[in-house]
C-alpha cells in the first residue's frame, strides 16, 4: 500500500515538473469565452476580424 502511494505522489511531482517546464502562452477568445494554453512551437496568426478565433501554425518544419 505505501509503494503504490508513494509511486502515485511521484507520478503527480514528476509530471508538475514537466509541465511547469513546458513554455506556453494564454489565449483568450472574448467572443466565445474560452481560452486555451498553446505551446510555443506554435505560431500564432491574426485573430479573425469577427472575433472567430485564432489559428496556431506549427513552427517545426512538416515532413
Avoid: T
Amino acid at each position: 500500500m505505501k509503494k503504490s502511494f508513494f509511486s502515485a505522489l511521484l507520478g503527480i511531482l514528476m509530471g508538475g515538473l514537466f509541465a511547469a517546464s513546458a513554455s506556453a502562452s494564454h489565449y483568450e477568445n472574448d467572443r466565445f469565452g474560452y481560452g486555451v494554453d498553446v505551446p510555443e512551437s506554435f505560431a500564432p496568426q491574426p485573430e479573425a476580424e469577427n472575433g472567430d478565433g485564432r489559428v496556431f501554425i506549427s513552427r517545426s518544419p512538416q515532413g
